[in-house]
Nanobody, 121 residues
Framework: QVQLVESGGGLVQAGGSLRLSCAASRIIFSINAMGWYRQAPGKQRELVAAITSGGSTNYADSVKGRFTISRDNAKNTVYLQMNSLKPEDTSVYYC???????????????WGQGTQVTVSS
């Protein structure tokens, strides 16, 4: 089973920036869609941003213009550049990907362990 390994979370002041990274733990055939979700205490997990294998993106309205999702297909890695951070962005951020383990195999859903992002006011 492939694991997604996240990094880049931390504590930042409002208005600051952070960059999250998420990479597959081992070599795989390919990854279809990739995305970042977040979940704050007492709230449901929500989609923050997603990117297809072709590079098409979509964002939650709350982060449009501030966050940018990108991917490096050669490295099976997805990034989330977060600028102009607000206290309401404080959450655990989770990476998600549809992983294809080998040619001819169906893709399956895979999640990272989560990384904490805290924005102080």
């Amino acid at each position: 089973q492939v694991q997604l390994v996240e990094s880049g979370g931390g504590l930042v002041q409002a208005g600051g920036s952070l960059r999250l990274s998420c990479a597959a733990s081992r070599i795989i055939f390919s990854i279809n869609a990739m995305g970042w979700y977040r979940q704050a205490p007492g709230k449901q997990r929500e989609l923050v941003a997603a990117i297809t294998s072709g590079g098409s993106t979509n964002y939650a309205d709350s982060v449009k213009g501030r966050f940018t999702i990108s991917r490096d297909n050669a490295k099976n890695t997805v990034y989330l550049q977060m600028n102009s951070l607000k206290p309401e962005d404080t959450s655990v951020y989770y990476c998600n990907a549809e992983v294809v383990p080998a040619k001819g195999f169906a893709g399956y859903d895979c999640w990272g362990q989560g990384t904490q992002v805290t924005v102080s006011s």
